[in-house]
């Protein structure tokens, strides 16, 4: 089973500023790497895939990158809006396909 | 647009089963697998089972291997996980949702049911 871990586990960042978010698996998954947002009493919904490749209605001000095994999730300004846990999620090789414990992002 | 509802959640006491439904519109159903997460309270996302578009394969977390199933009715547009032997520790939201890639399972998850507690 392939271990996906995220830090920090809170995030606190200033609005308008820069939230970088890093999430490290245990072997490689190669680009078979999603992202998911979710917002306090609501479903998780999908921001990014494959790495880089951003969801339908993602704004563009989140991004992703990395390869193999460290990936980051950045919002290069982050609004009220963006209060909620990320999620990393690997499918590269599967049964199961895992999560990241989540990291908790919080305006300072 | 997709929707995907849910139906079927409870309180049930340990050793009981229960039976949750997903019904899919919005979208070819029949073309896309599907997929169960649930997330116990205030905790993290944690993959439970994937059916093929077809119904024809079946994967499972290795904590519910054998106690719970997964199908679906493409006639009826619905998914269901049917969850037997249920267990203190299965106590979560449930969240249906449709596999990103098509006919072709690639394990992302681009559209999430609203979720339904299950407490045991």
């Known amino acids: 089973e392939i271990v996906m871990t995220q830090s920090p586990v809170t995030l606190s960042v200033s609005p308008g500023e820069r939230a970088t978010l890093s999430c490290r698996a245990s072997?490689?998954?190669?680009?078979?790497l999603a992202w998911y947002q979710q917002k306090r009493g609501q479903s998780p919904r999908l921001l990014i895939y494959?790495?880089?490749t951003r969801a339908a209605d993602t704004p563009a001000r989140f991004s992703g990158g990395g390869s193999g095994i460290d990936f980051t999730l950045t919002i290069s300004s982050l609004q009220s809006e963006d209060v909620a846990v990320y999620f990393c999620q690997q499918y590269n090789e599967w049964p199961p396909l895992t999560f990241g414990g989540g990291t908790k992002v919080e305006i300072k | 647009q997709i929707e995907l509802v849910q139906s079927g959640g409870g309180v049930v006491q340990p050793g009981t089963s229960l039976r949750l439904s997903c019904a899919a519109s919005?979208?070819?159903?029949?073309?896309?697998?599907m997929q169960w997460v649930r997330q116990s309270p205030g905790k993290g996302l944690e993959w439970v089972a994937l059916v093929w578009f077809d119904g024809s394969n079946e994967h499972y977390a290795d904590s519910v291997k054998g106690r719970f199933t997964i199908s679906r009715d493409n006639s009826e547009n619905t998914v269901f996980l049917q969850m037997n032997s249920l267990r203190v520790e299965d106590t979560a939201v449930y969240f249906c949702g449709r596999d990103g890639g098509g006919v072709i399972a690639q394990g992302a998850v681009d559209s999430w049911g609203q979720g339904t507690l299950v407490t045991v």
């Open positions: 919005g979208f070819t159903f029949k073309h896309f697998a």
């Open positions: 494959d790495v880089s």
């Open positions: 072997q490689s998954v190669g680009t078979r």
